[in-house]
């Protein structure tokens, strides 16, 4: 009996494809018996062109059946008799076979009775002298491999015959065997369903063989396929389909015994798999695990079980037949390995040498001088004063994040600052004595910011002086120096996170680790001083808006910058939306942490105070320290205003450099870099208009430092650059030898410019670098307890004892603070205290209007109420108001038979209440925890979901990952299709008889003369 | 190169950022809001301390500077409002004799009750000194400073103090004589316990002292406090008076109500030995560190021209200033400088210029008493129902006058003291004893003023610009209105009695505080 073959092209969308696969069909050199075309929808554009070949059957199918499905539709269609010698070939749109692929496969099955599926050789379709498939199988731990690679066709894979599994398409299947077998598994329809049939055609003792010498085209990736998966189908959601394939086949195909172990580690490896993408730098596939992980641990009970019944009815020999056909552990390492070799990126910049190219060696000096200069420090067990205070424990540290209460006054429920979470993470660093992270970050600040100086300015110069320069001046920056005197802890992350923010920002567009990392850095900067947020919104918006406008050349564009502000808006969402319904949406802006008192205002030369701000800013200072510059100044004879010119005077030079860096003609700062410098100091001057707290009664401004912190790093890498260009100077026609004698001496006075510079910014900044040293510094070594020390011995046992601080104002109220345990700890402020007055309650105040005047309340009862055991009068402001309200409440305190006089030193007078009843008072603050209430599980739940995945994303683990999970790179050698002549194209349509060229463009269908009759069989 | 597009960026970057800076500058602040929470605890319940009966050094004759009380003061005490006084005698603190204890004049806080006011006077014919004294009860203080006493031979100056609370006290005592502040009283710290009092010779602390300025401060509880003097020349008495506080430090004092009667017999008498100090004098200490000029100007309530006195004035050292050519009537002081001051001014009555300086037997003292004529209708030195009210009586009264002693004045010599008052608030009230005369004197530092007076005397008073007025008035409470930042004075004067005291600010209301965090 002949063997008859029924041909079941399955066509979706793609007509340009449809019309070359029939075009082939009809020149094969044995043309099949019948032709089924199934039709995946009903686009009438694909029908006229199906319908003008005149198939044997034109089936349709809906739009959305798999290619399994529609195969099946096709072979119901054809109403083929039962028989042995029925063969089904199967063919997508893409797969045009040559002429004499057909009869070839017939040959190898031909000739080998047990072979009951046979594939060709799937060539890519427009490069066909490239391989795109040949064969199929599954690695030791199941993950569908090709056996080929996609490469030049030299027959080098042509000695492979028995394998696992042959692609679909093309694919030559015994009518029987695929009745028998039940056709392709519905629970794959996209994926893996060709390998799953040829598997159970093994397990049913049939054999599965690839036919090197017939050659259909595949379009991969880029072929129309059906609805489930084409050329429009994201690489996410193939991800998906394919892990679920996955999946699937792993339920289908495990003994049974060990099912349901498969089935629990389905969600869990669903979770590392996803987290492995990240690492990879494929955030895109990471929900896709999640996804396929979901769905499949879900829906899998009715479809594996299936699948199991039609292997139990069907198999005729076990699994252990097809291990040989599995690509053994060395194979699948090999081609990893070379997956590997050949998906490195190339490096197109040339790497920055740290270590040998003079930035280790400033971090070090840096280092030492830093360890001299804050010898005080060392071995500390916190560091106290300015604006700084000791971190409390690690418990508390992490109870202070995300949305809970806060034991601050009377207490209250709300969402923490953003900075607690900074705090948090940085005190664990040292999670058995937070407080020692922060004397750790004071000494190594110096070196730190030298580090990032330098490699900051590493990327506008290749001068090594200059990028010392560079480090040297970011380390000495006024910013930095005024913030670790004063103990501004955010000023100085700040500080050390702008360079890196600055480099990362320049690969934000190539590399999700740099979006990851600035998207975090962002985070910080914004954490520490929220008032740079605008500043921060306003450069991502322009970011995208530049990215939008200059089109998609660039597939990643924006992609990678839409969603860099994703950590700091988790992060402060929350506030925001408690600060907007108390309608202070300003009050987000408010420096976190304690608030200091004013500083001493500008005063230059007379000006104005708004104007004296504003040059005083352009120095780079943040704050006005006369005092320290009067013992600088004292031997040169200035006093007063002409120390403060002189001082202000040692930073002009910088600026002059900026200038030169910003001006010069050619090769000059990016203009980016310049608007970064003028950007900064317009909103630090902003920065000093913004006054949500205040101290007692008078208002304080925020802290301006950080703006200039990012003005700064534009102003010294304009002036690098400024240098830079100097040095090089103009191209002077003069002799070799001259003229190379001339380029040295610009070098050596332009380094000495520099160094200039930073000898006269090392001057200015030195009372204050020294201060700490000294003494004269507001921080200083402490201990971890911020209140009297028999308050804090007491308080060892009762966490909850309070201590009220009153200090008199200059209009002769009072300012109260109170605090609890062992003092105030950083991580427990909040700024919805300091601008809102959240915790404030009215029976707070009139205690402490009682205690300050003979009063009549229920003093005892208050005491009581908030567990205030002590109490505590502060000196007060300075003027005659002030001090006459601190006698009286003084004169009060002590009247008071509740209270006892404790002690009295520089910081106040101390009284004990002595009936202080154990036990929590009533409006001690009690709450949910972070993780106490739903509302606060989810937020927490949130940011450090959103903040771990961010920071995974950002490790720069692609080299590490790729080790093991290599990513085939963009330009994998896949055919350059320019490059390729197109040779076996011309070949195929030579094989075109002229008149079906013409005709087909024609829009009929004349078949050439001598294939007449077989085409006239499908009829 | 101007037109280089660079140079052109790089100028508008920098021109941007120049006038963007400028600008920005220039805004006003943003978001500042007042956060404060003005807190108006409940004001407490109303306490005044009334210093309690003259005391006498060396009286019972066991020991010279033994302390010991006798008499039994009247009081008057009410509130403006009429409510509730109650009255409670402290403990004696370890004083002999017959006398009552200090009392505590409660009742409740001021905005129910309105404010309390209390005054005792004492006519003194007991022991080596007889004369006139008045106070009035003070609310407690913590710091209180005393232009008034001299511990020369004959003079007594006895610090009084009483604690009303249920706290201790610790008093911390300094002096300044007409040599200098006393080193070696910085550290003197007299304890007085709770609801105790103690009375404490100045003599111990500084002897032989022509004048004296006390300071006292009280860490702990705040107290009650006066500096008593009494002068005895010979076997002659030299009068009795409790002085109370005089205003705190500052560059202008007011003294007002300094009463001078029988300024003939005064002038007569000083002239003879040893009664030098009955000449009136405003007694300047300027407490500080720089020495300053001193100018006092005296006004007559009945007007004229001023009488002047002043000179410059070393730190530290207490000066009496001789005000010569008074006239018989109320007279007001006011001390200026270009430093702190403190001020206190004495004044002295002689009954009888020509009478002998030897005892005479048969005079006792409630006859010398009953010369002054409007005090015979007060049954002295017995405790007076509290007027204003139905609060309880001073359970010891009854008792009779006490004897004469044959040292009382023959000549009916008396002193008194007077000290600066405080600035009054717009309404104030002041308690008017049952005493020879008694006058209401208010001083206007600025403009004319109009100030009622209600109560057992109601009237209106005009004050004239920079002067002051005088009203008699009667015994009770008395509720002057339209006394903002005035000097008022209550004083006495009879032939051989003097006193007086000032009316002080009633502010024993708890006030507002802006507390802010």
Known sequence: MPTSVTAILVAGEGADWLRTTLDALTVQTRVPDRLVVVQLGSSPAIAGIIDAVEPTVHARVHARAGFGQAVEAGVRAAGLT???????????????????????????????????????????????????????????????VELAEPELDQAQYDRLSDVMAVAAGGMLVQEQAWRTLGGFDRALPAYDDALDFCVRARLAGHRVQLVPRARVRSAGDEAPGTRLLGASTSVARRARLRREAQLHRRLAWAPLPVVPLHWLSIAPLGVVRALGQLLRKQPGAAPAELVAALVVLLTCFAPVARARARIGRTRRTGWSALAPLRQPWKEVRRRRALTRDNGQPVERREPVDFFGGGGFATAVGVAAVSALLFAPLIG???????????????????????????????????????????????????????????????????????????????????????????????????????????????????????????????????????????????????????????????????????????????????????????????????????????????????????????????????????????????????????????????????????????????????????????????????????????????????????????DGSVPVSAWPGAALSLAWLGVLEAAVCGLDRLSAGAAVPLADRIGRAGARIRALSASAIGFTAVVALLAAASPLLVGVLLGTAAVRPGSAATVPALVAAEAQGRPALGMLTLAAQPDGGFRKRLVRGEGQTLERLSTLQTTAGFGETVGLARLAAGLVQPSGDDLRAALDTYRIGYVLLQPGADGATARAATDEARSTLGANSLLTAVSTTSAGTLYRFGGLESGPGSVVPTGPSPTGSPLGLLVLTVQLLVLGLTALLALPTRRLATRFRPVAALSAPKADVRSIEKAPLSAQAAALAPEQAMARGLGRTPAPQDAREEVGAWR | MALNPRV?????????????????????????????????????????????????VGAEGTAPDEVTAAGRPSRVAGTAKGADVTSTPLKRGGLDGGGTAPRVLSAAAAPAAGALAGAQVEQVATGDAAGFAAASCAAPVADAWFAAGATTTGRTSVLLLANPSAAAARVAVRIWTEDGPLADTGGTEIAVPAGDRRAVSL?????????????????????????????????????VDIAGATAAPARRQTITGMRVAGAAAVAETQREDDYGDLQPVVRVLLPGSKPADVAISVRSSAGGAPITAGRRVAAGVVTDFPIRGLADGTWSVEVRSSVPLVAGARVSVVADAGASSTPDDGSSSSSSSSGSGSAADAPVGSDAGLVGGDGPVDTGSGASPATGSPTSTSRGIDLAWFGAGGRLGETAVVAVASGPDPVLSVTSTGVARTVRVSGPVSATLQVPAGGTASLPVARGVLVLSGVGGLDAAVSYAGTAAVAGYSVEPADQEARAVRVTR
């Open chain 2, 8 to 56: 052109l960026s790089a100028t508008t970057l920098v021109l941007a950022g120049v006038v963007g800076a400028v600008v920005v500058g220039q805004l006003p602040a943003l978001g500042v809001t007042d956060t404060a929470i003005t807190a108006i605890p409940a004001s407490p319940r109303q306490a005044l301390v009334c210093p309690g009966p003259v005391v006498a």
């Open chain 1, 82 to 144: 039962p028989g042995e010698d029925q063969w089904l070939w199967l063919l997508a749109a893409d797969n045009a076979p040559e002429p004499p692929a057909l009869e070839r496969l017939l040959q190898a099955v031909e000739a080998a009775p047990s072979v009951v599926v046979a594939g060709p050789k799937q060539m890519q379709w427009d490069a066909p002298q490239y391989l795109q498939a040949f064969g199929r199988t599954v690695t030791p731990w199941g993950t569908a």
């Open chain 2, 203 to 239: 003599a111990g602390l500084a002897p032989s002292a022509g004048g004296l300025v006390v300071r006292v401060t009280s860490s702990g509880a705040r107290i009650g406090a006066a500096v008593e003097q009494r002068t005895v020349r010979g076997l002659e008495s030299g009068g």
């Open chain 1, 380 to 694: 500390a067990a916190a560091i106290s004063g300015g604006s700084l205070l000791p971190l409390g424990t690690i418990r508390s540290l992490w109870e202070s994040v995300g949305w809970g209460v806060h034991p601050l006054g009377g207490g209250f429920v709300g969402p923490a600052d953003p900075f607690a979470m900074v705090l948090a993470l940085l005190g664990s660093l040292t999670f058995w004595h937070p407080s020692a992270a922060v004397v750790g970050l004071w000494l190594l600040a110096l070196p730190i910011a030298a580090a990032g100086g330098w490699l900051a300015t590493a990327r506008f110069t290749r001068r090594p002086p200059l990028r010392v320069v560079g480090g040297l001046l970011w380390a000495a920056a006024p910013t930095l120096v005024v913030a670790l005197d004063q103990g501004r802890i955010g000023g100085v992350l700040v500080h050390l996170a702008a360079p890196f923010a600055l480099l990362a920002a320049f690969q934000v567009r190539r590399s999700w680790t740099a979006s990851a990392c600035l998207g975090l850095l962002g985070a910080l900067i914004a954490a520490c001083s929220p008032s740079l947020l605008p500043l921060l919104a306003a450069t991502w918006v322009a970011a995208v808006v530049l990215g939008l406008t200059r089109g998609t050349e660039e597939g990643g564009r924006i992609t990678r910058i839409l969603p860099l502000p994703l950590p700091t808006a988790v992060l402060f969402l929350p506030l925001i939306a408690e600060q907007l319904l108390h309608g202070r949406l300003a009050g987000v802006l408010a420096d976190p942490g304690p608030v200091a008192a004013p500083g001493a205002t500008a005063d230059l030369l007379g000006l104005p105070a708004q104007v004296s701000t504003v040059l005083q800013l352009a120095a780079g200072w943040p704050a006005w320290t006369v005092d320290g510059w009067e013992a600088l100044t004292q031997p040169l004879g200035l006093t007063g205003a002409a120390a403060a010119v002189f001082v202000w005077l040692l930073g002009v030079p910088l600026l002059l450099l900026a200038l030169v860096g910003l001006f010069w003609p050619r090769r000059s700062v990016p203009i980016r870099v310049g608007v970064a410098g003028v950007g900064g100091l317009v909103v630090a001057v902003l920065a000093t208009r913004i006054q949500v707290v205040s």
